[in-house]
Structures are given as structure tokens and as C-alpha cells.
């Protein structure tokens, strides 16, 4: 079954914070996507990974292949890092599935 | 910054009636994508375009959806006979190369009576 399982579903945090967003996957992949939603609806995509780590910024992406595993990591946490952060995978038959995503709210 | 752009920003429309949902993708990309997301619920993927034609589509998209590049810039997903089901939010996304990271546009709100 092609799923994409987030945890958590919400999280709220204080600023400053280290946060840590989970996703995990039923079948191989091609590619894992981060994405950023606002609260407007727009979507920005974070990262994009096969292997490895990324990091931009503050954000820190890391994807285990064996595990099928993936955490997105946001270090000193702000208000403006509020949205929803979804994971995406690309099934290896070329389908992307999207996980329900984690609504994060950091409080001043 | 280049960025994809989505016409209209809101569409209201009766059941029953054709819609045509544009988009202007970032103009050296060469992959183009839809996706939906119904209020409350996950984004979805319905189909990628590759070379003036489809590459993968998902199960939602039948023969109702169609994708078309009628010019060098437009990507459009017509919608044939609208349903109440298919109201949600339509994002258009483009990339440059096979697998590399989505540029999205602002999405289109899509509202059938």
C-alpha cells in the first residue's frame, strides 16, 4: 500500500525551540520532497531528497533509504516557521503521494 | 525571481459546466504538474506532463481532466463537466529536470455549485 504516515499532526512549539518533523514511508521512493505550506494556502518546496542530509538555513533535511524514514529539522524555531510542512514521495513508478502533513505553530 | 503563475486565483462555476484552469509555468522548466487539495484534506497529484504529453496521471483523473500546452507558455487543466466533488484548490507546479524540486503557483480555488 503506498502510504506516507507524518508525525506529529500538530505540533506547537516556543521560539527558540528545536523542532523535529517525522516522515515515514511504506514502499521505495525515487525522491522525497519537503514542502512548506502557509497559512494562505501558497506552497514552497523546502527540499528535495534521494539520500543524505540537506540543510538551508536553519531547516535540516535527513532521509534514511533503509529505514524509509525522514526528519525535517527547524533549529532555533520562529513565529514565521508557522505552517503546515508536508512530506511528498515519489513512488518509484513515477506517482507522488503526499502525507497529511504537521501543523506547526511557534509562540512568541 | 521567476515564478509560476495560476489564472484565475478564484473560479466559481455550476455543476455540469466546463472549466479551464491556466497556468504559466517558470519558462526554461520542461516538467509540469497539477495537483488538487480539497478544504481540509491532503494535497493530491493528479498528473505530470512531460514533452506535450502525460507522463504519470493518478486515479482521480479520468476523462473528465485533460492537460493540454497550447503554446510555448500556457499549461491549462480543463475540467470537462464539473462536479460538486471537485471543488478544491488546484496547484500548478513546474520543475527543470526529472525529480529536481517544484517551483508551485498560488493555486486556483475552484468552487462548483
Known amino acids: 500500500k503506498n502510504e506516507v504516515e507524518q508525525s506529529p499532526q500538530n505540533l506547537t512549539a516556543q521560539e527558540g525551540e528545536f523542532i523535529t518533523i517525522n516522515c515515514s514511508y511504506s514502499v521505495g521512493i525515487s525522491a522525497l520532497h519537503w514542502l512548506q505550506q502557509h497559512p494562505g494556502g501558497g506552497i514552497v518546496s523546502l527540499f528535495m531528497?534521494?539520500?543524505g542530509k540537506k540543510k538551508h538555513g536553519r531547516l535540516i533535511a535527513t532521509i534514511n533509504i533503509q529505514e524509509k524514514h525522514s526528519s525535517l529539522h527547524i533549529t532555533a524555531s520562529h513565529p514565521r516557521d508557522s505552517a503546515v510542512y508536508i512530506c511528498a514521495v515519489r513512488f518509484y513508478w513515477g506517482q507522488f503521494y503526499f502525507g497529511t502533513g504537521t501543523s506547526l505553530t511557534v509562540i512568541p | 525571481e521567476p515564478e509560476v503563475t495560476q489564472t484565475p486565483s478564484h473560479q466559481v462555476t455550476q455543476m455540469g459546466q466546463e472549466v479551464i484552469l491556466r497556468c504559466v509555468p517558470i519558462s526554461n522548466h520542461l516538467y509540469f504538474y497539477w495537483y488538487r487539495q480539497i478544504l481540509g484534506q491532503k494535497v493530491e497529484f493528479l498528473v505530470s506532463?512531460?514533452?506535450?504529453?502525460?507522463?504519470?496521471k493518478s486515479e482521480i483523473f479520468d476523462d473528465q481532466f485533460s492537460v493540454e500546452r497550447p503554446d510555448g507558455s500556457n499549461f491549462t487543466l480543463k475540467i470537462r463537466s464539473t462536479k460538486l466533488e471537485d471543488s478544491a484548490m488546484y496547484f500548478c507546479a513546474s520543475s527543470g529536470f526529472y525529480g529536481h524540486e517544484q517551483f508551485f503557483g498560488p493555486g486556483t480555488r475552484l468552487t462548483v455549485l
Open positions: 506532463f512531460y514533452n506535450n504529453e502525460i507522463s504519470e
Open positions: 531528497l534521494s539520500s
